[in-house]
T-cell receptor, first 116, second 113 residues
Framework: EPEVTQTPSHQVTQMGQEVILRCVPI?????FYWYRQILGQKVEFLVS????????KSEIFDDQFSVERPDGSNFTLKIRSTKLEDSAMYFC??????????????FGSGTRLTVV | QQQVKQSPQSLIVQKGGISIINCAYENTAFDYFPWYQQFPGKGPALLIA?????SEKKEGRFTISFNKSAKQFSLHIMDSQPGDSATYFC????????????FGTGTSLTVIP
């Protein structure tokens, strides 16, 4: 079963520091996403990415956030200056495009980001 | 505005019983309604999904019922098993590629032996 792989599984960082969360989407998928889940709360959309550009982003995805697909396999989320409220589980997901529809995401296991 | 409302927040069911989780959505443009199952420490995994052209979809013990006029859909787990104990999220969104899904707040299901 193809998987979305995320690293690291847990990241602790000091407030104000930059973090990069890494993801390897499923190889034949073309659409990539970042979601986050604050402990015990709902899953929230951050950004979607297709053809090397952002296709949609939420209000959460402000100037502190950026995404990149640096080498054709990895998909990264960068937070430039972390805040305490950025502490959450960050999920990468990917989906395939099939005749203009996508049939749900495949999520990775997540990176737990703790900002101290 | 909360695009998708999910209830109940938690649910306890006896083994062999039926678990029912309900969701309601706001946007009539949504045309894809997946359910995700999440175990602790794992990402959500697609369980079953439905489009509004059908009122019910069944896969094994899992059934989605869909009411387009009421803008509601529900997940039924028949013959619930302890292994079904997990958090379940409904979601809704457009089926156009690349658009975000809106998730419900999740239901923590516990199936007791």
């Amino acid at each position: 079963e193809p998987e979305v792989t995320q690293t690291p599984s847990h990241q602790v960082t000091q407030m104000g520091q930059e973090v990069i969360l890494r993801c390897v989407p499923i190889s034949n998928h073309l659409y990539f996403y970042w979601y986050r889940q604050i402990l015990g709360q709902k899953v929230e959309f951050l950004v979607s990415f297709y053809n090397n550009e952002i296709s949609e982003k939420s209000e959460i995805f402000d100037d502190q956030f950026s995404v990149e697909r640096p080498d054709g396999s990895n998909f990264t989320l960068k937070i430039r200056s972390t805040k305490l409220e950025d502490s959450a589980m960050y999920f990468c997901a990917s989906s395939e495009a099939l005749r203009g529809f996508h049939y749900g995401y495949t999520f990775g296991s997540g990176t737990r980001l703790t900002v101290v | 505005q909360q695009q998708v409302k999910q209830s109940p927040q938690s649910l306890i069911v006896q083994k062999g019983g039926i678990s029912i989780i309900n969701c309601a959505y706001e946007n009539t443009a949504f045309d894809y309604f997946p359910w995700y199952q999440q175990f602790p420490g794992k990402g959500p995994a697609l369980l079953i999904a439905i489009r509004p052209d059908v009122s019910e979809k069944k896969e094994g013990r899992f059934t989605i019922s869909f009411n387009k006029s009421a803008k509601q859909f529900s997940l039924h787990i028949m013959d619930s098993q302890p292994g079904d104990s997990a958090t379940y999220f409904c979601a809704a969104g457009p089926s156009n590629t690349g658009n975000q899904f809106y998730f419900g707040t999740g239901t923590s299901l516990t199936v007791i032996p």
